[in-house]
């Protein structure tokens, strides 16, 4: 069965950090690009940043400089380090992995950055 599983999220103060991770199971992750969306409410789902089977990565630029995503293609594993959050970037995060025209979305997390 496939199924990507996100873990991490919660309640976080601004100026702080957290990481989140998915892991793939039913694939071999190392095949696809990996990526982190943010649904915010009232808003569209939009992508926070991807890593590709090279590791390039390309990141919001909402989040460039803060965001860190990273992948363990032994773990089947992709991570987003979130560093120094705002609470703008309250959201449900997912997980995402894509090849050719096939993509997979895991449940979602929520984060939520408030004092």
């Known amino acids: 069965q496939v199924q990507l599983v996100e873990s991490g999220g919660g309640l976080v103060q601004p100026g702080g950090s957290l990481r989140l991770s998915c892991v793939a199971s039913g694939i071999d992750a190392s095949l696809y690009e990996l990526g982190w969306y943010r649904q915010a409410p009232g808003k569209q789902r939009e992508l926070v940043a991807s890593?590709?089977?090279?590791?390039?990565?390309d990141y919001a630029d909402a989040v460039n400089g803060r965001f860190t995503i990273s992948r363990d293609d032994t773990e089947n594993t992709v991570y987003l380090l979130m560093d120094s959050v705002k609470p703008e970037d309250t959201a449900v995060y997912y997980c995402?992995?894509?090849?050719?025209?096939?993509?997979?979305w895991g449940q979602g997390t929520q984060v939520t950055v408030s004092s």
């Open positions: 995402n992995a894509h090849i050719g025209g096939l993509f997979l």
């Open positions: 890593i590709d089977q090279d590791g390039d990565t």
